[in-house]
């Protein structure tokens, strides 16, 4: 039976995937020149976009009229007549100048770990990382923590990568029953941040290690917020957890094994009272593996840069979670791939 239009099987998937890193490096350019923050204050012609970022002409309008047709940018006009501008989402996160910008998780995608994955194939045949520990470089953290710039570059990926998960959780959870909380691998403080903004009888502290509290620091400085954010300075792996009726920690679990993955879980349920909560925010797979395409591509990506890190499944958590005394868990859903899950004690 020759198939018909209901049935008919297309290779338009297999094309679109497998020639996905046209459009994902198309827009991480456009991402580390900043266009969208240069679009954020006015819309700009082909010819000023040119001069502001030091373009070529040659490809000029190829490249910003591919921006048009995925959905990225606005326009007006066509060619040397048209008048380019963000579209919503683009405007709203990716301008660096708002504090929704998850920019930095793609320009270190763009600068870091789109040469990495080309070595896919031999991480999964020696269960190696594939990063700049392969050329006998320092493993990751060592890496980063050594280099202010890259761990700058670093803290700013990881405050955008999760800023949408930290606005919905600060809506979505109820915390009018807790009063202080403590943000594990803190980052640039962006979580606390965004609690203490939201609930003002929170005061939160945003736990690192020293390097990373100074520009934490900053952060909370900025906003006007240091009477109720700390930034304090630790390490995980030493140091018991600061005392709290919340614990959370943002894609801190996924970059570990199994073992390192329990301790971490257990002194959190030690710094916790009773009836206290243990937030972790990560890509939850889904339990059957099925649906979380971006979830396990990020477990595939733990591979390529961790000795052992792996993503992991509600089930998962909740296992382990129970294993060290937890009593209970749910899981919240989140923005796109993300959630949280949620262990109480």
Request: hydrophobic share 40%; charged share 20%.
């Amino acid at each position: 039976m020759e198939p018909t239009k209901t049935n008919q099987i297309t290779p338009n998937k297999i094309m679109q995937i497998g020639m996905g890193f046209w459009a994902s490096k198309t827009l991480l350019t456009a991402v580390n020149m900043s266009l969208f923050t240069h679009l954020a204050n006015n819309p700009m012609s082909g010819n000023e976009i040119k001069k502001e970022l030091g373009l070529n002409k040659r490809s000029l309008y190829d490249f910003l009229d591919t921006l048009v047709a995925l959905g990225f940018l606005n326009r007006k006009g066509l060619k040397e007549s048209a008048i380019y501008s963000n579209a919503a989402e683009t405007d709203l996160f990716l301008d660096k100048n708002k504090l929704s910008y998850i920019g930095g998780i793609l320009e270190m995608s763009n600068n870091r770990l789109y040469p990495f994955w080309n070595d896919l194939e031999t991480g999964l045949k020696t269960g190696k990382p594939q990063n700049e520990t392969k050329n006998g470089g320092a493993p990751i953290f060592e890496a980063i923590y050594a280099d202010e710039k890259k761990l700058r570059e670093f803290l700013h990926a990881m405050g955008g990568v999760q800023m949408g998960n930290f606005m919905m959780l600060a809506e979505a959870f109820d915390f009018s029953n807790y009063n202080t909380i403590c943000d594990i691998g803190g980052s640039g403080a962006n979580l606390s941040i965004h609690l203490a903004k939201r609930h003002h009888h929170l005061k939160c502290t945003s736990f690192d290690l020293p390097p990373v509290t100074p520009v934490a620091t900053e952060n909370i400085d900025h906003l006007g917020l240091s009477d109720r954010v700390t930034a304090v300075s630790g390490d995980f792996f030493v140091n018991d957890f600061p005392k709290a009726d919340v614990i959370t920690m943002g894609n801190i679990l996924h970059d570990w094994g199994t073992e390192d993955k329990l301790m971490l879980i257990t002194k959190a349920f030690n710094a916790l009272p009773k009836g206290g909560a243990l937030i972790v925010i990560e890509n939850i797979i889904d339990d059957d593996r099925r649906q979380n395409a971006f979830g396990l591509m990020m477990s595939l990506n733990m591979a390529i840069e961790t000795e052992e890190g792996f993503d992991f499944t509600a089930s998962d958590f909740d296992g382990w979670a129970k294993q060290v005394g937890f009593k209970s868990t749910k899981v919240m859903p989140l923005t796109g791939p993300s959630s949280a899950v949620i262990a109480i004690k």
